[in-house]
């Protein structure tokens, strides 16, 4: 499906003064009519933060083209025609989903308990991203981590210090592929006191609370924003 966008582009001899120009996805394609045996030069002048340049191609021209960013220079000689192609690919948020694994929620009987969360991060950009992802352990009063651990099901390298509650950092700088999904599990371990009263312990944070129950709180950060669930 053709993309409404419209791109604005200038091409002029080299040195010369520039004619402006705009295309969509499924315009016809944009003609100078005849001009002069010469260099010129093309170039694509949108500044667009949700579409990256990927890919830029001239053929006909009877010397080698000059890529330098969103410009091509071509030489144009006596009856030669030059297209040339620019590619732009849409970008898109990343999401984040966190549930709690069914049947993870185990009482010891000691005294702890033990839960595992799964981290889903989604992609809907149309080219690889970059995001930085952080995990931080909410639990209510009288509720301690005993063991926190965090792993990659795709490959990520993650920070080895993360615990969730002094360092909440899980991965910086985690590349994801266009469309692509990360999965993570969180599996940690806790002292739940026995004082622990329903309101601390209920996962829903009240006036005054840092945390409750055995809740974590995930966010990443990317491009645009960020994301977050609970």
Known sequence: EADPQEFDFDWSPVGGAPTAFSLADETHPYNTGLIEPDDYVVTETSELPDWVLTDLECVGSSGEPVYDGAS?????????????????????????????????????????????????????????????????????????PVTAKVVSLDGVTLNPGWNGTSDVVVAEDAVISAQGLHRYTVSVLAKVATNVTSAQADCTVGSGESGSGLLNHAEITFWSGSDASE
Not at 115 to 131: A, P
Not at 133 to 142: A, E, H, N, V
């Open 72 to 144: 091509a220079t071509v030489s144009v000689g006596l009856q030669e025609t030059v297209v040339c192609t620019f590619e732009n690919t849409k970008r898109g948020p990343v999401d984040i989903e966190k549930v709690v694994k069914p049947g993870s929620v185990v009482d010891h009987g000691d005294g702890t308990w033990s839960i595992e969360y799964t981290i889903e991060v989604t992609s809907t950009s149309f080219i690889d991203e970059e995001y930085d992802l952080k995990d931080t352990l909410r639990f209510g009063g009288g509720i301690t």
